[in-house]
């Protein structure tokens, strides 16, 4: 007996199979689209553990007008918020991006970095006194 081409009941199988398949597609792929792949926070979060490090190893801290001083392996190093960017300097060691405005405060023996991201303040600790 020959079969030429699919019979219905196989056609109504494949069917019911990719319906019962279509809403589990449709979901994974809401999920990719509203997927956050960038985190600001947490890179932020990474950036300030690494500064913080450095400053671990740093003597003399102390606010000045410009941003943090302090001395390293004995030379001067600057922790400075201009251009949106949180830099470390000598050089352009850049920490945190896309800062509208930020400052360094004292409060409780601890050194903070208060920064302006899109209308929200942040206050992160850098380091104890």
């Not at 600001?40 to 190893?57: M, P, S």
């Not at 949180?86 to 050194?111: A, C, K, M, R, W």
């Amino acid at each position: 007996m020959y079969r030429r081409g699919g019979t219905t009941i196989e056609f109504l199988m494949a069917l019911l199979i990719s319906c019962m398949l279509l809403p589990i597609v449709y979901t994974s792929i809401r999920l990719l689209i509203n997927h956050e792949y960038f985190n600001q926070n947490a890179q932020d979060e990474i950036a300030l553990y690494q500064l913080r490090q450095i400053l671990l190893l740093a003597d003399n801290i102390s606010i000045t007008s410009d941003g943090l001083s302090g001395t390293l392996y004995d030379e001067e190093i600057r922790v400075v918020c201009k251009n949106k960017h949180l830099y470390l300097q000598p050089g352009t060691q850049i920490f945190i991006t896309d800062v509208e405005d930020g400052y360094f405060s004292n409060e409780n023996n601890l050194y903070y970095f208060n920064y302006l991201r899109g209308n929200k303040w942040m206050k992160r600790v850098l380091i104890n006194d």
